[in-house]
């Protein structure tokens, strides 16, 4: 039985972890020159998908640009929900970032680029960010526009590289008819995220390159309180004809505050933020069908995704059939660091080169250290420890993959360096020496070691710490399917167990209680948030903790959070489509019972999870007055 039949033996539900920050901003004009360096990217970027009638206009700021005078007017956006007063968005502690803008004016050698220059200045009272802050741009869209309906672009020396000509005549769509409007197009992004509802161009403040006289912090650059970054060039392709445009820009920044999602009594809190970073590949078949490296926008995820975990570093690491794979929120890519495509098989050695190692079907992973992975197989019963070498992360050949754990046949656990296990599927690392697993018999595991190396299977001992069979009492403690392991600041094991409907907490001595759900037998199942001893959960899957204590678990309701007393609540519910967006616009989606949803907590709070939208980001959303 491999993985994936067996997760659905698990009647899984899928839900993808994601979350962007947001800092809080205002924002003016002025007649700050803009700035003469080059575009910072290729082809232009765009047009992003326009505002739906009618809808609520969510992010950091609304930019309103007037062509012929250049002339640039910014406005904060977004209402509490909560509270009711005007305030900036932040998603993370809470952030006030303003916007430094030049007048759009024409970038010399082109034509039809108009360019603005701006600088962020962060006016919360904490540094923001950590190495960079990035800009988003949605909602570009173009106002009044004159009457002829040419365009005027042509190629000229020296602009913007990848601009193509276009025909004078009449702009069509897509789909071939009149078009009504002309794309503004952003023709020197960084990047963009390729997002369910449509690409979305940013622009990256680097930190280390901070403005004159701005204050610089030890470690990692932030943007200290009260500085400002670098002004930075946006280039926009402007019709002929548009006399007008706008956008929103959100800002997502790091901060050292704890800043997951909130949640709510029954329904998608308003303060968080859903974003769709990597699409899940159209395809239903295999990972080898549905599996593509490269930047987020092109990249896709595979169906057979089923383990995911975020390292100190942030970087996101997934398992999909018979590889891991690590994508960069700073890079903005995803890469293959271990295993290949469908191509299965078992590496039975130390030290094996990840390139060259193969795995059958793996199942749970942990990222206790940046350059450590513990990851389970569960076609092969085995744990691999994946140690990087040295040098840049996101390449498989720094990577060396060693067989710690089982023997790649099922079998009890018995103590011993040479113990067999059988198909593991949760795991869970609090730190490199303690590795906690679930297995297809419905047990707990332990598996620990002392100073020695983590590569070298004899340092491992493994013990069953409870389980034994399907069943539902805490002495002797039975689990029913088990999967999501979280470790707790006490060192406690967190479970969700699975088809008891409930989570539970298990110390290394064996004793059982219930955390949330009925406190004895089978939870019923059901959709209740509130105390923990009322609270009900229906076929739970994945189970995370972040570093305020809250517990992050999925269900066929969607991701749920349970605080250190015991309140259970709704992040976001699971609704199809799966939708991004902020508060009730947001939604994640999968069939219920057809595959479990993978979860992890970043460092800075964000939640990525996958669902049937792709590889997804949650993000708590705090408003902030003015400071």
């Known amino acids: 039985m491999s993985a994936i039949q067996y997760y659905r033996r698990l009647a899984p539900g899928s839900l993808v972890l994601l979350a962007v920050l947001l800092p809080a901003c205002g924002g003016s004009s002025s007649n700050q020159p803009p700035a003469a360096d080059g575009p910072a990217g290729g082809a232009p970027v765009g047009p992003a998908t326009p505002e739906p009638p009618g809808a609520a206009q969510q992010g950091t700021a609304h930019f309103s640009v007037d062509v012929a005078s250049g002339q640039v007017t910014i406005t904060p956006l977004g209402r509490a929900a909560a509270s009711g007063d005007l305030a900036s968005r932040a998603v993370y502690t809470g952030a006030a970032v303003t916007f430094n803008a030049s007048q759009l004016v024409d970038q010399p050698g082109t034509s039809g680029i108009g360019v603005l220059s701006v600088s962020l200045t962060n006016r ?21 526009t004159a009457t002829v309906d040419t365009r005027r672009q042509e190629q000229v020396a020296g602009a913007a590289s990848g601009l193509t000509g276009v025909a004078a005549g009449d702009l069509t769509t897509e789909d071939g008819s009149r078009a009504t409007s002309e794309p503004i197009l952003v023709a020197n992004a960084s990047r963009r995220y390729g997002t369910a509802d449509g690409g979305r161009p940013f622009f990256d403040y680097d930190l280390k390159t901070l403005g004159p006289g701005a204050p610089r912090a030890s470690g990692a650059a932030t943007l200290a309180s009260g500085a400002s970054t670098a002004a930075q060039a946006w280039w926009f392709d402007v019709p002929d004809r548009v006399r007008t445009f706008s956008f929103i820009a959100t800002v997502e920044a790091s901060t050292d505050g704890k800043a997951s999602p909130e949640g709510t009594a029954g329904a998608t809190n308003p303060r968080i933020h859903v974003q769709t970073v990597i699409k899940m590949a159209a395809s ?30 942030g970087a996101v690491y997934l398992t999909s059939g018979t590889t891991v794979r690590r994508y960069d929120p700073k890079s903005n890519k995803i890469t293959t660091i271990a295993g290949a495509t469908n191509v299965v098989g078992e590496t039975a050695g130390s030290g094996v080169v990840a390139t060259t190692a193969r795995f059958a079907s793996l199942s749970g992973i942990a990222a206790p250290l940046v350059d450590l992975l513990f ?3 569960f076609g092969k019963p085995r744990i691999y420890a994946l140690q990087l070498q ?5 390449q498989a050949r720094n990577w060396a993959v060693s067989s710690i754990i089982g023997t790649g046949t099922s079998g009890a656990p018995d103590g011993s360096v040479t113990s067999p296990i059988r198909g593991p599927w949760g795991l869970a690392a609090a730190s490199e020496h303690q590795i906690w697993f679930s297995d297809s018999e419905s047990q707990i595991c332990l598996a620990t070691r002392g100073a020695e190396e983590a590569s070298t299977p004899l340092n491992w001992r493994v013990q069953m710490v409870a389980g034994g069979g399907p069943g539902s009492t805490d002495n002797p403690p039975l689990f029913n399917l088990p999967y999501g392991l979280a470790v707790g600041h006490d060192g406690a094991l967190y479970i969700a167990d699975r088809h008891n409907h409930k989570i539970r907490r298990l110390t290394e001595s064996g004793l059982v209680s219930t955390v949330a759900g009925a406190a004895s037998g089978t939870s019923p199942a059901g959709y209740v948030d509130g105390d923990a001893a009322t609270a009900r959960f229906n076929t739970l899957g994945d189970l995370v903790r972040d570093t305020a ?22 992040v976001v519910r699971r609704r199809s489509p799966a939708t991004d967006g902020f508060g009730a616009a947001a939604s994640v989606w999968w069939p219920a019972r057809e595959r479990l949803v993978a979860l992890g907590v970043a460092p800075d709070g964000d939640i990525w999870l996958i669902d049937d939208a792709g590889l997804r980001r949650v993000s708590r959303v705090i408003t902030s007055g003015t400071p």
């Open 549 to 570: 204590g809250y517990l992050y678990a999925v269900d066929e309701a969607g991701l749920r959070r349970v605080s250190p007393t015991g309140q259970v609540s709704t």
């Open 284 to 313: 239903a078949e295999a990972a080898s069908l549905g599996q593509h490296d490269g930047p987020a926008e092109l990249a896709t995820v595979s169906r057979d995704n089923v383990g995911l975990a975020v390292a100190p570093d």
């Open 124 to 144: 919360f009272g904490a540094p923001i960010g950590r190495n960079y802050l990035r800009v988003v741009i949605s909602h570009l869209t173009p106002g009044n």
């Open 390 to 394: 040295g040098g840049d992360a996101a």
């Open 375 to 377: 990851v389970a197989d």
